[in-house]
């Protein structure tokens, strides 16, 4: 069965700093894998998406993930946080399995940027 | 309207009352979902339709009755809830429902039950 775990439930950061938010997935299948992110108030909007190619995946909004096979992660990361990047990011992984494809989501990461 | 509407925004609703969740997507999608989001617990999903038709049932309560009359328009019925069923309730849509497909999702119905 597939599953995703996110290390850290919150990440604070300054503005202009690095944002790193941590994503490791379980699959016994060659996974999808996927970032959304979640304003207040708000759905969820994809980020970005790994399906297969490059392992580097450039998204919306400056935001980049790696999928790293040996490490079964993709982390995600943005060079410098800008104010309007507080919020939550869920990572997601998705496989056939069994003819039922589904995502499933990790527990989230909610990002605070300081001044 | 564009994108995934869901209405209402709000709801509280007693224990013994029914009431419907609606969702509507303008992207001419052929998959639709309902979500449910609780804090500190991951987004769970709850049912899948494709071309109408149910393809997931993930052993929800028989107090979440969903309907889907067309590929455009999903409802959730809600009938004899318990409080534990307050959370966010999340609509989405996609092409279809491959594994690659990206989902889209609506606002949410904010649900509280008293």
């Known amino acids: 069965a597939q599953s995703v775990t996110q290390l850290g439930s919150h990440v604070s950061v300054s503005e202009g700093a690095l944002v790193l938010l941590r994503c490791n997935y379980s699959s016994s299948v060659p996974p999808y894998l996927f970032w959304y992110v979640q304003y207040p108030n708000q759905g969820l909007q994809l980020l970005l998406k790994y399906t297969t190619g490059a392992t580097l995946v450039k998204g919306i909004n400056g935001f980049e993930a790696e999928f790293k096979k040996s490490e079964t992660s993709f982390h995600l990361t943005k060079p410098s946080a800008h104010m309007s990047d507080a919020a939550e990011y869920f990572c997601a992984v998705s496989s056939t399995q069994g003819g039922s494809e589904k995502l499933v989501f990790g527990k989230g990461t909610k990002l605070t940027v300081n001044p | 309207e564009t994108g995934v509407t869901q209405t209402p925004r709000h709801l509280v609703m007693g224990m013994t009352n029914k009431k419907s969740l609606k969702c509507e997507q303008h992207?001419?999608?052929?998959?639709m979902y309902w979500y449910k989001q609780s804090a500190k617990k991951p987004l769970e999903l709850m049912f899948v339709?494709?071309?109408?038709?149910?393809?997931e049932n993930n052993s929800v309560p028989s107090r979440f009755s969903p309907e889907c009359p067309n590929s455009s328009h999903l409802f959730l019925h809600l009938h004899t809830l318990q409080p534990e069923d307050s959370a966010l309730y999340l609509c989405?849509?996609?092409?279809?429902?491959?594994?690659?497909?990206?989902?889209?999702f609506g606002p949410g119905t904010r649900l509280t039950v008293l």
């Open positions: 992207l001419g999608h052929n998959a």
């Open positions: 989405a849509s996609s092409q279809d429902s491959y594994g690659t497909d990206t989902q889209y």
């Open positions: 339709y494709n071309f109408k038709e149910q393809t």
